[in-house]
């Protein structure tokens, strides 16, 4: 099992940027693909962005494609996700998450083993 903290949620108003980190502890981090996914009020977690344990792959959802970028240090056992151009729509509960295998992939809810806490981003308009 894995522990996941985040951190770097927080009010911004919209075309701002935040950048949200998530420190992770407790296995071979580089082995795991990780994601990112949101949680808005009233709605369904949604898959936002996942990152290969590699680093080498990539993946968005439409609606944050261009806007967002996933990324990780495996030196720092550290995932990030850089968020421009925010939007209201964006306002969102924020969870990392690992994956289930070593070396497996990250598309949505099912491939995850551990989750983050959460944190929360709101966007003003």
């Known amino acids: 099992q894995v522990q996941l903290v985040e951190s770097g949620g927080g009010l911004v108003q919209a075309g701002g940027s935040l950048r949200l980190s998530c420190a992770a502890s407790?296995?071979?981090?580089?082995?795991?693909?990780m994601g990112w996914f949101r949680q808005a009020p009233g709605k369904e977690r949604e898959f936002v962005a996942a990152i290969s344990w590699s680093g080498g792959n990539t993946y968005y959802a439409d609606s944050v494609k261009g806007r967002f970028t996933v990324s990780r240090d495996n030196a720092k056992n550290t995932v990030y996700l850089q968020m421009n151009s925010l939007k209201p729509e964006d306002t969102a509960v924020y969870y990392c998450?690992?994956?289930?295998?070593?070396?497996?992939?990250?598309?949505?809810?099912?491939?995850?083993?551990?989750w983050g806490q959460g944190t929360q981003v709101t966007v003003s308009s």
């Open positions: 998450a690992a994956g289930r295998r070593s070396r497996g992939v990250v598309t949505g809810s099912a491939d995850i083993g551990s």
């Open positions: 407790g296995r071979t981090f580089s082995s795991y693909a």
